[in-house]
């Protein structure tokens, strides 16, 4: 399916509301009681289905409950708020995908992505795709670009909203191939893949979970797909939840066959590499927000 290849790639992170309660473990077991997951979206998004398919793995293996909370709205920026303002005890997590930077560099007063929460591993990898309606005319991206040129301002993209990655990714590639293109925002990814297949929106960006099903059905084409593999630094001494249960439950043939489906790896790693992996892509999606003139809706 790849006709090309683009420097972008889609994660799942997850986040703690605070150390304190694996600073005390060696004093006192954690956890204790009842773990909860906010995830900032829909039931049966990426980071939902991960989140569900770890929780009940995690609650055998902690002995406690563990929740799931849907706190959908705002570019996840809801569901962040919820984590931030929880008690610093290590009990409320967040499972989030790769547009906890990107929401933050568009609505710079909603939370600080680097400093607010504490990180804790990279679940998954991903790749995003390039997408056109069946009816748009191009094949490829060369052809992509011949269109456009050809007619400025008349070729409209969807996003599921202002500020996110899919919204962002377009702009830089607007930016790389000299060309224009009408952004259309949605409420959500469901709703801007709707007008896709219906045509009323010609180009997307988005996983290749959700893409692939879709061109192999005939309604859509990839016109790319890719990632760019960051670099991160020689990892520290592991943490209590990176070197136990997360990181093996990521190695399970049961999760990685879930993430496969959602067109996802897993990853893995330190908090130290993940808040650098944070830090690098709050800083770039601010430049690309500033240079763009991006603002909220």
Do not use: C
Request: aromatic share 6%.
């Amino acid at each position: 399916m790849r006709s090309g290849t683009t420097p972008v790639a889609r994660a799942v992170f997850l986040f703690l509301s605070g150390w304190l309660a694996l600073a005390a473990a060696a004093q006192t077991q954690y956890p204790s009681r009842m773990v909860r997951a906010i995830v900032p979206y829909t039931p049966g998004s990426s980071a939902d289905l991960i989140a569900r398919n770890l929780g009940p793995r995690l609650s055998e293996g902690w002995k406690v409950p563990f929740l799931v909370d849907n706190r959908a709205g705002a570019s996840g920026i809801i569901g962040v708020q919820a984590v931030a303002a929880a008690p610093a005890d290590g009990y409320t997590l967040l499972i989030i995908a790769d547009n906890f930077a990107s929401a933050a560099s568009v609505r710079r007063n909603a939370y600080d992505p680097v400093n607010d929460l504490d990180p804790v591993i990279l679940l998954a990898r991903g790749d995003y795709a390039l997408m056109a309606s069946a009816s748009f005319p191009a094949k490829s991206v060369d052809e992509l670009v011949v269109t456009a040129r050809a007619n400025p301002g008349k070729i409209y993209y969807a996003s599921p909203g202002s500020g996110l990655p899919a919204h962002l990714m377009m702009e830089v590639f607007k930016s790389a191939m000299g060309i224009e293109l009408v952004h259309v925002p949605y409420k959500n990814n469901a709703a801007a893949v709707t007008d896709l297949l219906g045509g009323q929106v010609s180009l997307m960006f988005a996983s290749v979970g959700v893409a692939l099903p879709l061109a192999e059905g005939g309604r859509i084409r990839i016109l790319a797909a890719g990632a760019a593999k960051r670099a991160a630094r020689t990892p520290g001494v592991p943490s209590f939840i990176e070197s136990g249960d997360v990181a093996t439950l990521l190695k399970e043939p049961a999760v990685a066959e879930l993430m496969l489906k959602q067109g996802m790896t897993p990853a893995g790693g330190t908090p130290e590499e993940l808040h650098d992996l944070i830090r690098s892509d709050f800083e770039r999606w601010t430049r690309i927000v500033r240079e763009a003139n991006i603002k909220a809706d």
